[in-house]
């Protein structure tokens, strides 16, 4: 009994590793380029300034 919960520990070590892996790049994926810098600029728009009121003058 003690070796299969050592072979399954193992197991879920390796099963972490490659869905870690998996998931890094899949969301790094050069075709995924556009849609990361779309999220990347979303603190930067305007549209939270609208939301605070008129305190805050807009660059143009």
């Known amino acids: 009994m003690m070796e299969l919960l050592a072979v399954l520990k193992q197991l879920w070590l390796l099963w972490f ?4 892996t998996g998931i890094v ?7 995924r ?3 990361l810098q ?9 549209e939270a300034a609208d939301a605070f ?3 805050f003058e807009r660059k143009r």
Do not use: E, Q
Request: hydrophobic share 60%.
């Open 17 to 20: 590793m490659l869905l870690f």
């Open 53 to 55: 009121g008129a305190g």
């Open 38 to 46: 779309a999220h990347a600029l979303i603190p930067l728009r305007d």
């Open 25 to 31: 790049v899949w969301s790094f994926w050069p075709a």
């Open 33 to 35: 380029k556009g849609s």
